[in-house]
């Protein structure tokens, strides 16, 4: 006769039965094991996601799936994190069978709806182009025949209903395999007491780092998934119950009809660019673009671009003597905060609802932004902020927009220089940059975003006595950011591509804070400075010029072509429309034809301040309602990409 209790199958069968003991008698290592069988069937989930959906994904790799990995593991803690928080309980109580009961429906029922998100996007995505987020409950809850239509969808795609009644069994045999069934003596010694609850606070903290997606500053979000790959593969790295959960509270955009096609609203405003023709004034050759972004200083602080009375002027000398022989336009910022000014700037996307655009549910979509075609036409890009990398998202954002290279505090060579609160004061950081920058070895987009003229206001001791104070704090940091400045020109005017570089400088935002004096119709004025060193024309212009028109109008100078995305205009196009928007309280401000509308969301419009000319004219209506329809019905339709 064969001896069957020595064959390996035999060997296996006693191995299970050790791990299931083992399981059933540590409650710490039955949720780590809980947890690693959920990563695996999330990265099956994205697989099947990917069998079905593998003809949006040309550009797919190995990394993509294993990028997913890290979004996987904050849903994953996210979704149990009442079976955690239960299984890591120090007392006996966790080996009573109701107990137990408790944390295996919890386990079963949470991870049932998490896959059940999963597997709807594996069928759906076709038809959204996305992830689905958390308005899909809205979504849902509006539609009154939602039931006739989940039948359609069940009968359709029947096959992931099974997929999913395969899992929920895989959930129960898990959960019956390592369901705890005795307890360790949690306090059998003094010994044992620090040992048990010493693990459980390194689970705890663990948990808490994998929920956030590392111990880098801010958690991650779907925005982070989005700067993978240059955004390519966004939605195969994201998986559904984290693009759910990062997305609760974020508002979803209305969609809007005012017109019956986008060619009605295109014939208004469209948001679909090619590089426009400059009518307005001509340039010099330009090989370069470096654009600066001032933290924070108003155009109220120069005394050349102040309005009177300038309360607050006079501490940007060296910004005022560069626009003296610059053209300069009338600013406009298109929010209050620097996180929102980035993707204006350089992407031409403002942000028109109550969550900045960089940290929104679409920040996934695909966007043509206008940085693509510098990296077309092969310009290097680059980005410098002197503040530690994760600050504000700006890496992550830049990468979405392709920006080739990204220069934070990490890359800073002597962390010596570090102020204490934000990262490399102006002076040092400038002179930095301009080393790099003079070691590039082809034509460049370079933007640089200042620092210290930022919350607390600290200036250097080395210059602090050197500069004035002004009447409140604010006024001395841009004394010294002006002074940093006017030192960096001084270094890159001896580089030999100084000459053929557009310079154009402008802020993110502004900031009064300490002022007595605020002028609230000025809080959205910011500089807007064209400089070129061969330039022989000089002038100011009345004319509105918002951060979204910037890239348009420094392509149209250029001698690049291509396609792109912008929500503003070339400002040296004389037959484009000059409007600036920003986002305030349940309304779009424009400013449009000398007069300020609020459009409300609920599709009124209320002229502010006309000059005795309370009239909303067609043109005025028509084109405010194209360009909220192109902006919403384009971010909702996934639809701001030429095809």
């Known amino acids: 006769m064969v001896d069957i209790v020595g064959c390996p199958p035999f060997y296996c069968l006693e191995i299970i039965a050790l791990m299931k003991k083992i399981l059933q008698e540590r409650p710490l290592l039955s949720l780590v094991f809980r947890m690693g069988i959920l990563l695996v069937i999330y990265s099956v989930l994205r697989v099947l996601f990917y069998a079905f959906n ?15 990995l890290r979004f996987d593991i904050t849903a994953i803690l996210y979704t149990n994190i009442a079976v955690i928080l239960l299984a890591i309980v120090p007392l006996k109580l ?32 076709p038809f959204s182009h996305g992830r689905s987020t958390f308005y899909l409950f809205d979504f849902v809850s509006e539609i009154p025949n939602m039931g006739d239509l989940a039948g359609v969808f069940l009968v359709e795609y029947w096959y992931l209903f099974l997929v999913l009644v395969a899992l929920i069994v895989v959930l129960v045999l898990v959960e019956s395999f390592s369901f705890v069934s005795k307890a360790p003596e949690f306090y059998s010694s003094p010994k044992s007491i620090v040992a048990h609850i010493g ?28 700067a993978y790959e240059s955004g390519k593969n966004t ?27 986008d060619e009605e609203a295109f014939a208004y ?20 673009v470096v654009i600066i972004m001032l933290e924070g200083i108003s155009s109220e602080y120069s005394e050349f671009l ?9 501490y940007t000398p060296f910004i005022d003597s560069i626009a003296r022989n610059s053209i300069v336009f009338s600013g406009k910022a298109n929010g209050l905060q620097s996180i929102v000014a980035l993707p204006s700037v350089l992407g031409a996307v403002p942000s028109l609802f109550d969550t900045p655009f960089s940290k929104s549910k679409y920040i996934t979509n695909r966007i043509d932004y206008p940085t693509k075609l510098f990296a077309e036409n092969g310009y290097k890009t680059a980005f410098f902020h002197g503040a530690s990398n994760g600050t504000m998202g700006f890496a992550d954002m830049c990468k979405i927009m392709e920006v080739d290279e990204y220069y934070g505090l990490d890359e800073y060579p002597s962390k010596n220089d570090y102020d204490g609160t934000w990262g490399i004061p102006d002076y040092q950081y400038l002179q930095y940059v301009a080393d790099v920058i ?4 082809s034509k460049f987009l370079v933007t640089i975003f200042t620092l210290s003229s930022h919350h607390p206001f600290v200036v250097p001791d080395d210059f602090d006595s050197q500069l004035p104070q002004g009447d409140f704090p604010m006024q001395h940091t841009v004394a010294y950011t002006d002074m940093a400045l006017q030192k960096f020109f001084g270094k890159i005017s001896k580089c030999k591509w100084y000459d053929k570089t557009l310079f154009v400088i402008t802020a993110d935002h502004t900031n009064f804070t300490g002022s007595q004096n605020i002028d609230y119709e000025r809080l959205y004025d910011v500089p807007m400075i064209f400089y070129h060193p061969k330039l022989d024309t000089a002038f100011v212009s009345d004319m509105i010029m918002q951060q979204t028109d910037i890239m348009p109008s420094i392509i149209s100078c250029m001698d690049i072509d291509g396609q792109y995305n912008a929500f503003g205009n070339d400002v040296f ?17 424009f400013l449009l034809n000398g007069k300020k509308f609020r459009f409300y969301d609920n599709d009124s419009i209320e002229v502010v301040n006309s000059d005795g000319n309370a009239e909303v004219t067609d043109f005025e209506q028509n084109f405010m309602r194209a360009f909220i329809q192109c902006y919403n019905n384009g971010m909702r339709n996934n639809s701001l990409h030429w095809e």
């Open 199 to 226: 693990m459980r606070l390194l689970v705890l903290a663990l948990v808490i780092v994998g929920i956030r997606g590392g111990v880098q500053l801010k958690p991650i979000g779907v925005n982070t998934a989005a």
């Open 269 to 288: 405003f469209s948001p679909r660019k090619n590089r426009s023709e400059n009518n307005f004034q001509q340039f010099p050759p330009i090989d370069n």
């Open 306 to 314: 102040a309005l009177p009375p300038k309360k607050n002027a006079g």
């Open 54 to 68: 593998s003809s949006f994904f040309p550009d797919a790799t190995a990394m993509s799936f294993l990028y997913g």
């Open 573 to 589: 196009d004389t037959l484009q429309t000059r409007f600036s928007v920003y986002r305030k309280d349940d309304y779009c401000c």
């Open 235 to 261: 939605d195969l790295i994201l998986n559904t119950s984290f693009s759910v959960i990062r997305t609760i509270g974020m508002k979803e955009l209305d969609e809007k009809n005012y017109f019956e096609t």
């Open 438 to 441: 003079d070691g590039f070895d």
């Open 94 to 125: 966790v080996a009573k069978r109701w107990y137990g009961i408790v944390e295996a429906i919890l386990f079963v029922v949470c991870n049932t709806f998490a896959f059940a998100l999963n597997l709807l996007d594996v069928g759906y995505f």
